[in-house]
Each structure stands twice: as C-alpha cells, then as structure tokens.
C-alpha cells in the first residue's frame, strides 16, 4: 500500500521522522548550524502547549517574568557540578560590534572585559535574584517562571529533539523548607504528567532519575517518561530538587519566624519543543502527523470541492460551517476550523491535511450542498474511512467526536506502551531484551553506577527513571542486592 | 500633597519614570550590563499586549513563526546599508565552550571558523528563508510574524526604552508588486495605531520617516510617534518598505503568470517591549503607574481588611465578588481579578496597588460585609475619592466603568497630545519651542538633511515623521522651498 511517508516507520524510523515533519510543515533547518526554523504548522503546537500549561501554572501560584539571555561567566562558576555539567556546550560572547578589517571584511571587534554565555538555563541568573528579592520568611515561597529560548551547542542534532536552540520554559522557586521544596517539585512533575496524558495524549512514567542522569546541582532530578513508538524513551520533562546547593552559591538567604538566617531550598522544572518531537512520534503513522484534538491548530479544516457553477454558494455554506463551529465550545474555547481555498485538486488538498494531522476534514461539495451534509474524513481511523453526516448531526456530534479522536490517540498509545514493557528478573533477559529493541525493560537495580556505565556501553542503554507508583525493593537483577525498581531503555 | 513617587514628573522627570518602574514592580536591572530583568507585573502587559496584536495579525492572515538566534555573519554582509545600520551594536558569539586554563579560571573555548552574530533584527535570515520558500507566485504573499528576543548593544540603557536585549515581534511579509508591499507596510500601521489607540489608549500620530531617520536598507519607514508628558516623542512602531533591496540581496525570485522572473517586494514591522515605556510615560501621575482597563493585568483588585472575628465571612464575601467578576466578560474576556490577602495594613496594601496602577481597588471591610457593598476607589480619580456602593449597583456597571476608565485616560492623553503641537511658519520659533521644551512642532520642512543635522547639534531635535494625514506641501520653515508637513521633536 502506497503510504504518504517516505520511508515508512518499519523502514527507516529516524528517517521517517524527519520525513513526517517535512511533510506536515513543521519546521526546518536553517542555514544556522544546529538551529532550527519552526513554521506555522509547528509554532502554533508550542502556543498550544505554552497556553495550557501557563493556565496549570497560575492555578499553582506561579507567575510569569523574562530574566536576561546573557549570563555572566563568574555567574556560572559559582556552582561546581553546574559549571562542570554545561561548560563543554556553552555559546560564548566575546565582542559587542563588527568592524571591517584592511581587505574590508568583517571582524568581531570590542573585546568585552567578562564574556558572557548565552543561556543554557537560569539557574545562576536566577539564584542572583532570589538573593535580592527574599528577605524574609514573608517573601516566601516564590514561585516564578519564563518562557524562553536555550542554547546548548550541539554536535548532532535532530529536529525539536536536540537542536542548538531550543524554546523552553523554566520555573524557580525558592521555599523555607526542604520538604515544600520536594512538595513543589512532585506537583510540577504531576502537573507535567497530567498535560501530556490529558492533552498530548500522551501516557508517560513518573519516576525519580539516577544519580548519573540528575541535572547538574540538582539532590534530586524527577522526569516524565515518554515510549516513542520506536521503543525508545523520550524525557519529556524534568523537575529538579536543588536542595541547598544553589541558595548556597548564591546567598539565598531569609529571615525565620525564630529571627534566624536560612538558606532556601529551592526547585526548577522545565519542558521544551522537544515535547513537539514526543508528540511527533507517539502519535504518527506512515501517511504523517497525527495531532490530537486538545493540542491541535485546526480542529477541522473545510475543503470545498469546487467547480465553475456553484463557488459562490458552496464557499457560502461552507462560510456558514465555519461560523457554526466557531461559536461551539470544545474544552472551554471556540472550535478551530479554517476552510483551505487554495486551488488544488481535491486528492492533494485532503493529502495535504492527512499529513498535517488535523483531526476531521470534511470534504464539502455539490452534493453535500444539495444535502445540506458533509463528507467527513477522521485522521484517527486513517486516510480512506470518510462518511457523508448530515449537518446537523455533524453539529450534535462534534465535541463527542473531537474527544473520541483524542481517547482513541491516548488508548493506541497507552496500549503500546504496556505491551512494550517487559519485566525482567536477571541480566541475561534484559540484553536480550535489547538486543532485540524492544522498548522499555523494567527490573530492580542496586544503584551501582559500574553497571549503569557498562549498559551504556555494550547496549547504548541508560536508566531512565524509578518509578514513583513502585516504591517497594527488591533483589538486583544484576548483583542480587537490594535494589530499586528501574526503568531501563535507549533514549532520544 | 505627599506623592507616593519621589521626585515628582515635574522635579525630575527621568527619576520619576525609574522610580515608577520600581513602585510598581514592573522591572529590575539586571547583573547583565543594559539588560532587565522583567518581573510579573511588567510581564503580564507584555503578554497582554502579545495577545492583543496575536488577534488581530491573526485577522489580516499573518502566521507566527520562530527563528534562530544567531545570524552568520556572512548574512548580514548581504545588504550593505544594514549591515552599516547594525554593525556597531552586534553581540558576537566567536566560541561554544568554556575550559578551564591552567589556574583553574574559565576562558572561551572551541572557536567557531564563522562568528555569529545575535539576531539585531531578523530580514536576513528571513530574506534567506523566504528564497526557499517562494517559487512561483502561487507562494504569494507570505506573511509570518516571530516573537523573540532581540539584542543591540546599547551604551546608554534606559528600562523598557533602550535595553541591550528586548522583546519584541517582527512581522516579515513578500508580494509580487511594489503596490502590494506599500500597502501591507501601511495596514500594519493602521493596526498598530489602533492598538496604540484603543488598547494602550495612547494617541499616536502616524508617518513616514525621513530618509536619515529610516531602518537601514528600507526605501520608506512607516511609524507611529506618541508624545510622552514631558513633551518628548517615543517611536512606539514602525512598518518598513523595504523594495527590492533584500529580495535582490537574498535572492527572493518567483515565476509570475508570465511565466519570467521577478524579485519579490518586502516589508517588515514591529513593536518591542519599549512600548511599556510609552505606557508608563503616557498615562502615569506623582502616585506611580496608571493602566488603562483594557491592557490591565487585573481589572479590580479585592482587598478585605480583616479583623480577627470576621475573618471567614469576610473571605467568603471577597470570594463571592471575585467569582462573580469572573464570570462577567469584559470586551470578551472574563474581568480580570484578585484577592490581595498578604497581611500588611490596609492603607499600605492600597497604596501598592494605587502605585500598580490597577483601575478598581475594593476595600471590603466588615461594614461593607454588613451591608452588601463595596468602598471602590478608581486609580483614574486618584487615591482618595473614594465611594460606597451597593453590590448589585457594582455588578450592574462594572463594565461601563472600565470602559469610562479607559475613555479618561485615552482623553486626557489625546488632550494632552493637542495642547503640545506647535504649529510654526519659520525657523526661529521653531528654535524658541525647543527653548522653552514644549513638546511636539509642526511645520514645513524641504527635506535638506544639513538642517536636519543642524536641529540635532542645536537642539537635540530630530525630525519624527511627515504626518500622513497631511499631505499638502507648504513653503519650508527654513528655506522657503517647497516642503513637506513635518513634525519635529525632542525623542527616546
């Protein structure tokens, strides 16, 4: 069977990636080594994702603010295992103007006295500022967060799953507690959870990382765990418990009820575009994107089917579908519809949307203008199943419909990931497992990083995280000591 | 009278404005030279102004787009007098790493064989982009608008004003004519004197710059000018028609219907965080920041004042109004609101809200509990009338009242904006206006750049636009010669 994408999934997966991206407009790259440009059909997910999350976030309290792009060297220094985690991927400014040399070309001139780094996340920044801002037990907690651009250079990237730049948010806090700061970053790891599940339809693991894989200044690291249909696992977002180490660093310090200084505890957390990567492939199939509804830029895109005679008329009724559905609620917010005018056959017109993923598209010709109906194509049940509804019906039915789309993407890919756990009891299973990659591997793990390190190197395999819904222990699967349930896998 | 701003406007105008940013929070200097750190209360306007300007590039077809930071420096090489334009004022980026040399300090590492330079403003790429995009002219117009970051080494820096990293949108646009293109530039600036006018309530004036005053490598710079109450002019848009200069720089070339090749007429415009600035410098009194209903973060603040009997009733009775205010919409949205429980006096938790600016304060105490009432205070009226009113009577007219609150402050700025317009038929009472600082002169000019230049070492006086709602020319102030309506000022 012919498939919109070039290679297919079975094919060539990594390919078929780029290729489905490519085919829903997405993004691309750009003449600028290892950034990415993001086209519309692309933005407007990361809109949808900044929109759903920033209402999560003020539920919680936190409010939004733009700290700098620039982070003073000295900043960087002060935290020894954060330093030592991003100085090998850090973009350094070292001039502030351009002058023309004797052969008239361009050179970087006005040498700055401290280079500045271009953010690879806020941490110091941030910590800087706690210190000004908190005097007192009163100023506390302090919940903030920024939706910004990263850079981390880059060797070999991928399109929204590791680029130069990327789009993120990050939230900092800072509480009087060890405990509330633990608090803040379980709800944010939850708070994370449940958009991907609810709205990426997308199933992860909640778990605790490994000592290896924490961020770098963190006591703690809490991640969501995605499975891409490849068997591979995708973090998907972290929460970090940065104990003391920064408020240390920095002087976060506040005034107690018992007149007493403290440090602060303090917590960050963040997402990415690389979300828009997870979504890419835990939803997609071999004709494109597959977007689900509670994300998706258009909920229904409209194609009239024109002909000579009857434009002014058909566009009319189809003007008309437009405005009903716009003044129809789905999840608290008008329906997203757009009727496509362009003029191309009406095969490549409905491919064009099949490869963007848009949930519904109705087909709109003569005949469902006489019949006051219309010709609808669901993007879950695939290119070929379309059914004429009249439009009432259609009307009635929408928002079921729109949230059946969304449960069908969400079951497919809860299915897949149950069957593509497998529970292991001793190492030999867990290198067949791999060796036949087949998705995540499940099993108790003593902690020893040796053994990490050795799974890296003969099966490229991390630890991924320890789930939290598993808290009980048991015997190594490698050394037969006590152990604590693990997610093993390869990751993007 | 006690202001809650010290210096007054008329003491010192310059510190008035920082200590209006500091009463009401709305941004900090950061640790990084000329770069802000913008906190919630300044964020929140810039997200609404983002969600304002969102709706309506939406209407006109304009998709959102992202782009990478950097720009090659070959690029900007491309179009010479922008390359002139942007030059001096160029973050560079010449390594991607940090290493420690042999005393342990970090110095730059890996230098790049290209520097890049951090975007200034983004034509190139998109001029880059654009030649890959366009083919035929089917693929026309293309209209994309990014929101980022922007950076320009500033040596003087101001807050919102002249930052070294702002925030800001640019919209890029291609068409097949020249007419096509000058139409956009100036349907955008329709646009933004709309929003300037009916979100920011800020009058503006719109025009055309002169040739000195032009964005480099445009062949006509649209702008809007408001006037600040000091009498000085803040450039608060500009819409650039750009020609061909980047199309023949960038190669962007479609197939028209006659089937030959043509280069592409371009246009870009934007606006930046410096029009919280023009908002502050627009509206604000001797008490701190005044925001104009339809821009502000919240619409009315509830503050009870609580004793230690009442407390619970109180809270419910606060609660009562706020989810009520919420449920009522206000140009579409639901009214903006907020419980302010920090336990701080009232005088003072009022005070803090008088200095944010916020349009309706509510003192709910027990009498107001009691009686079913609310003690509103209107910033616009100033802090201290004051008056009851029955709930119901407040619910009622709650939303004619935002709206009267947002007439007043457009009226007063547009009368203010009147009063300030000199109007002068010579050169000398164009040097007396100045002399005395009275805001904005009009008159004719012959477009001579030596007077322009003239006005600029005399006066500190630039020339801000040919107001285009004037087109008929007149005898120049200066020479005699034919000359255009002009409108001279002192500028940020």
């Known amino acids: 069977m012919k498939t919109a994408i070039t290679p297919t999934r079975s094919e060539n997966y990594p390919e078929w990636y780029q290729q489905v991206i490519k085919a829903a407009d997405l993004a691309e790259i750009s003449p600028v080594r290892g950034c990415m440009i993001i086209k519309p059909w692309g933005y407007a997910l990361w809109e949808g994702i900044q929109k759903e999350l920033n209402m999560r976030f003020q539920e919680t309290g936190v409010e939004n603010i733009y700290c700098p792009l620039f982070i003073p060297m000295r900043f960087l220094e002060k935290e020894a295992e954060h330093v030592d985690g991003f100085a090998k991927e850090c973009a350094v400014v070292t001039h502030h103007r351009l002058e023309a040399d004797k052969d008239g070309k361009l050179q970087p001139a006005g040498p700055l006295t401290e280079p500045l780094v271009v953010r690879p996340t806020s941490e110091t920044l941030i910590g800087d500022m706690f210190s000004k ?24 990237t991928r399109m929204f799953l590791r680029t130069t730049e990327f789009l993120w948010q990050e939230g900092h806090t800072a509480h009087t507690s060890s405990e509330e700061a633990v608090t803040q970053s379980l709800e944010k790891l939850d708070l994370y959870a449940e958009f991907c599940e609810n709205i990426l339809a997308m199933p992860v693991i909640k778990g605790e990382k490994s000592e290896t894989e924490r961020f770098p200044g963190a006591l703690n690291t809490y991640c969501v765990e995605a499975m891409m249909q490849d068997g591979k696992a995708l973090q998907a977002g972290t929460s970090h418990f940065l104990g003391q180490n920064f408020s240390k660093a920095f002087n976060i310090e506040y005034l107690g009820e018992d007149e007493q200084k403290h440090h602060c505890w303090t917590t960050s957390w963040g997402v990415s575009t690389r979300l828009i990567g997870g979504l890419i492939m835990t939803h ?209």
């Not at 801002?133 to 070999?156: F, G, T």
């Not at 009857?310 to 437009?322: G, N, Q, R, V, W």
């Not at 609620?329 to 056959?345: A, M, S």
Request: with cysteine; aromatic share 10%; glycine share 6%.
């Open 284 to 492: 997609s199939d071999d004709d494109g994107l597959r977007v689900p509804p509670r994300i998706a830029p258009k909920h229904v895109v409209i194609l009239p089917i024109m002909h000579n005679d009857d434009t002014d008329e058909l566009l009319e009724f189809c003007k008309s579908i437009e405005n009903h559905l716009k003044k129809t609620t789905y999840h608290g917010e008008p329906i997203r519809v757009t009727i496509d005018k362009r003029p191309l056959r009406g095969g490549e017109k409905a491919w064009s949307w099949v490869k963007k993923g848009a949930p519904i598209r109705l087909e709109i010709g003569r005949k469902e203008l006489e019949q006051k109906s219309v010709f609808m194509g669901r993007r879950d049940l695939g290119y070929k199943e379309k059914k004429t509804l009249s439009i009432d019906d259609f009307y009635t039915n929408i928002t079921a419909l729109l949230d059946e789309i969304q449960s069908n993407y969400k079951n497919q890919a809860e299915s897949f990931q149950k069957d593509n756990i497998q529970v292991v009891s001793d190492d030999k299973a867990l290198y067949t497992c791999f060796k036949k990659n087949t998705g995540f591997v499940a099993g108790y793990w003593c902690e020893d990083a040796n053994i990490e390190a050795q799974l890296k190197k003969d099966l490229s395999v991390t630890v991924r995280c320890f789930p939290l819904d598993h808290a009980e222990e048991g015997p190594c699967i490698f050394t037969g000591k006590p152990g604590r349930w693990t997610i093993f896998a390869k990751a993007y």
């Open 133 to 156: 801002w908190i005097a007192s037990y009163r100023d506390l907690p302090i919940l903030v967060n920024q939706w910004a651009n990263i850079v981390r250079w880059e060797m070999r």
